[in-house]
């Protein structure tokens, strides 16, 4: 082809919560790799990024998918910096110290399809509640499940843009959905999260419909919340293993509460209050098949040989994956 369509995307500065930004650049001749897509800028004063006296900000291409719902487009995800070159200090992913591929992330990303003219969930009706929790989780059928066009629409797109999605479920509450996304690498894991939602964002934009990533958009009821569940190993864990290292791994995580509260989404208070599957923010613990647990070990793990991962329950779905990854390995290090 003569030409491509490059939609670059990155993170505003929006606090306490970051949102997606891009736009799109018309290329000639190009290759199709991401060491031929030109840096480019952008202006941070509508960002939250830089102020209008000096606005310029970075553009730095990291990952490139091929965009499957537009002819000749490719998805590229970049990390801001400042004019200088350096790392914005909105640039989560410039937080990895260490990006080691021997790290495996999965992560379970859930949220809330939103119907913009009620800003209730679909499924909600208006000035009331739909029934109980209970039907919804897997469900089937159109009084239990909302929205799965969108949903199934969005797994099609990230199929073909070669995301490494593993699947889909309606989640617990009405208009609840969840995603899950592996990959290897505390970078790359953020890209596909990063991209993934990109493109679930566009998806339901599509259909009028929003896409709510607070950890607890209907507040202090008796319905779940939405959470980033971060499963990972490393090869010691997935090789060697073995009880005393596993429960050396659990304890080391409540060495650094407060460190992986801090980047695990703002909000989480309200979603972290021990009831729903979740354990009280201000609290620590671990437990085998324990959803209720900080860190809960799969029961497949011990029946392994104590061989695998775990499951870190707090991150909230609105936590940058980027700073997760980053956070859990400097953690998993200290136990080794």
């Known amino acids: 082809m003569s030409y491509a369509k490059l939609e670059y995307i990155w993170l505003d500065?929006?606090?306490?919560?970051q949102t997606l930004r891009s736009k799109t650049k018309v290329v000639q001749n190009f290759s199709g790799n991401l060491e031929d897509c030109p840096m480019w800028s952008f202006d941070g004063s509508s960002t939250e990024q830089a102020e209008g006296s000096s606005s310029d900000c970075l553009l730095k291409p990291v990952a490139i998918f091929p965009d499957p719902d537009r002819e000749y487009s490719y998805l590229i995800m970049s990390e801001v910096l400042n004019a200088d070159g350096t790392p914005h200090e909105t640039n989560g992913r410039a937080t990895?110290?260490?990006?080691?591929?021997?790290?495996?992330?999965?992560?379970?990303?859930?949220?809330?399809?939103?119907?913009p003219e009620?800003?209730?969930?679909?499924g909600f009706p208006t000035g009331g509640y739909p029934a109980p929790q209970g039907p919804y989780y897997c469900g089937v059928g159109a009084k239990s499940a909302y929205g799965r066009e969108i949903i199934e629409e969005h797994l099609d797109l990230c199929l073909k843009a070669g995301l490494n999605i593993e699947g889909i479920n309606a989640e617990v509450a009405s208009g609840q959905w969840e995603f899950q996304i592996f990959a290897k690498g505390a970078a790359k894991a953020g890209d596909q999260i990063w991209v993934c939602r990109y493109l679930i964002e566009r998806t339901a934009e599509k259909y009028g419909v929003a896409v709510d990533y607070h950890p607890k958009p209907l507040g202090d009821t008796d319905w779940n919340g939405s959470g980033m569940h971060a499963n990972f190993s490393?090869?010691?864990?997935?090789?060697?293993?073995g009880e005393t290292y596993f429960t050396a791994v659990c304890e080391a995580f409540g060495n650094f509460i407060k460190e992986h509260?801090?980047?695990?989404?703002?909000?989480?208070?309200m979603r972290l209050t021990g009831k729903h599957e979740t354990q009280s923010i201000d609290k620590y613990s671990y437990g085998v098949?324990?959803?209720?647990?900080?860190?809960?070990?799969?029961?497949?793990?011990v029946e392994d040989g104590w061989l695998g991962r775990l499951e870190d329950r707090r991150p909230a779905s609105n936590a940058d994956p980027y700073k997760v990854a980053a956070r859990i390995i400097k953690t998993v290090r200290t136990a080794d």
């Not at 098949?289 to 029961?299: H, N, Q, T």
């Open 13 to 17: 500065g929006y606090k306490p919560t």
């Open 96 to 115: 990895i110290d260490e990006d080691d591929e021997d790290f495996w992330f999965g992560f379970e990303q859930e949220y809330f399809l939103i119907d």
């Open 118 to 122: 009620t800003n209730l969930p679909l």
């Open 234 to 241: 490393n090869g010691k864990m997935r090789d060697e293993g």
């Open 261 to 269: 509260i801090d980047v695990y989404g703002a909000d989480n208070d």
């Open 289 to 301: 098949s324990d959803r209720g647990a900080s860190i809960r070990i799969p029961v497949g793990t």
